[in-house]
């Protein structure tokens, strides 16, 4: 009986030990399944670089009708972790990282001045102590200023999620002449100039300066700063046309203007930051033909102005106030009603029907270091506004959402923008900052001279396919300097 008992006992221990070797063999088996199981790969694009009239368009050649894919932001945090499992197993030392060579190539096809970049004059690198401010006016400061002064005891903060590959540059001339070769060799024809009252006087001739040495126009985006009003609004516009506009008939300017087909006259472009912040009746004062201070009809200082808008209602207010358009200037999709990619078929439709130009902004991002609570009052009405790259997959949907609805003009968010992480300038491995990889510091930068290009060629192809002549051209077939 007791021989038997002692059987029973190590034929039950066996059987314990059994399941446990089980239990970890099969554990191992979806550890290994999870890292080497390979990833969806978006499709290359593929475009060749013998002219465009014999070329027919990646995305007409996929499908004649672009559906906008859908951002997962579970799944985008899910690879993000398989790929630093991956990059842990394959390298010894977790603290270094091999960062690929770069593919960047020479640009093979015009400029187009139909796609535009945001650039920032300067980058507030720092940010002050203490990490959580306790009051919004520290966080004007950062912004307002483009820089942050330090009492002796400050220990200066790095503001910025990513570390650029130029380090924590001062903005001079060379690195300016840097940004815009890089810009132009993307293909991207127009840069828009986040711009104040207190901008640097020196600066802002030395981008001028030197984007006309690269063949590039400069758009402004007036920003909003304190205290503006109506009045100053229109004598920001007057120090931009009478400084660098056109002057006598036949002469050019690096302030970027558009051919305005309904009015017959080249007009230049500028950008309101958060337009809906001053009333209705005082956008008529400007806008309005019959306005005070108006700049339509004949007046020397008429231009095309778009309005940053978020919200729903302010669609209406962009009609009612006066404006020639509006633009989305968030690159977080989902983040307010303007900037929903699944939105901009309903906002073009509006555009249209109002004879409005509709401008989105599509950007590879949205990843800064900001921990306190966010001020929805300050923060475009929203507090999560944060979105993955998904190693370009991002960038990618924004510009095909933009193709998809055949929009005319698209801006990019931004091309150093480092604090909000909207940048596409090039960014290397450093502890504690994130980073493009698994591709190499320009990623960013060859996935943009991508799509302008495959913009350009959707174009034209869409014109070749619809058998379109001079005589048939609708206002969204033109793609470099002229609206409707």
């Not at 579970?74 to 690879?79: D, S």
């Not at 127009?190 to 001028?208: A, D, H, K």
């Not at 900037?339 to 555009?351: D, E, I, P, R, V």
């Not at 801006?411 to 591709?439: H, K």
Request: aromatic share 12%; net charge positive.
């Amino acid at each position: 009986m007791a021989a038997h008992k002692l059987s029973s006992i190590k034929s039950m221990k066996l059987f314990v030990c059994l399941i446990g070797v089980t239990s970890f063999l099969l554990l191992i088996f979806c550890l290994y399944t999870t890292i080497s199981t390979p990833e969806k790969e978006v499709a290359p694009l593929s475009l060749p670089n013998d002219g465009y009239q014999n070329v027919v368009s990646y995305e007409l050649r996929r499908s004649q009708t672009i559906v906008p894919e859908k951002y997962n932001e579970h799944q985008v945090k899910a690879r993000i972790i398989r790929d630093k499992i991956k990059r842990l197993v394959g390298s010894g030392n977790p603290n270094t990282a091999t960062v690929p060579p770069s593919e960047h190539r020479n640009r093979t096809f015009p400029l187009n001045r139909n796609v535009q970049i945001h650039y920032h004059g300067t980058v507030a690198w720092y940010k002050p102590r203490p990490t959580h401010p306790s009051s919004d006016r520290l966080i004007a400061r950062i912004y307002e200023n483009n820089s942050v002064s330090f009492k002796p005891n400050d220990e200066p903060v790095i503001n910025t999620a990513f570390y650029p590959k130029r380090r924590l540059y001062n903005t001079s001339e060379s690195i300016v002449r840097e940004h815009f070769n890089e810009i132009q060799n993307c293909g991207i024809g127009t840069v828009v100039l986040g711009w104040q009252p207190n901008f640097s006087e020196y600066l802002l001739r030395t981008i001028f300066r030197v984007a006309e040495q690269y063949d590039l126009k400069v758009a402004i985006e007036i920003l909003d700063y304190a205290d503006r009003t109506i009045e100053s609004i229109r004598s920001n516009i007057k120090y931009f046309v009478d400084g660098f506009g056109k002057g006598p008939a036949g002469t050019t300017s690096t302030l970027s203007y558009y051919t305005v087909l309904s009015k017959r006259r080249d007009l230049p472009l500028f950008y309101i930051r958060k337009a809906y912040r001053i009333t209705d009746p005082e956008w008529k004062r400007l806008l309005s033909r019959n306005g005070i201070l108006t700049i339509r009809g004949a007046a020397s200082y008429d231009a095309v102005l778009l309005a940053h808008i978020s919200s729903k209602d302010h669609k209406s207010m962009v009609r009612r106030a006066g404006f020639d358009g509006f633009y989305t200037y968030l690159p977080s999709n989902g983040a307010n009603y303007a900037s929903t990619w699944k939105n901009w078929n309903q906002l073009k439709k509006f555009a249209d029907s109002y004879r409005l130009l509709f401008v989105p902004t599509i950007g590879p991002g949205y990843y800064d270091r900001r921990k306190y609570h966010r001020n929805v009052n300050q923060n475009h009405g929203i507090t999560n506004i944060k979105r993955y790259r998904s190693n370009g997959q991002y960038f990618d949907v924004g510009w095909r959402t933009s193709l998809k609805n055949n929009l005319q003009i698209i801006t990019i968010n931004s091309y150093n923008n480092w604090v909000d992480g909207t940048q596409i300038e090039a960014a290397i491995p450093v502890f504690g900052f994130r980073d493009y990889l698994p591709g190499p510091p320009e990623k960013y930068l060859d996935l943009t001279q991508a799509w302008v290009e495959e913009y350009i060629k959707y174009k034209l192809n869409n014109i070749k396919l619809n058998k379109k002549t001079e005589l048939t051209l609708s206002c969204y077939d033109f793609i470099n300097s002229t609206i409707c």
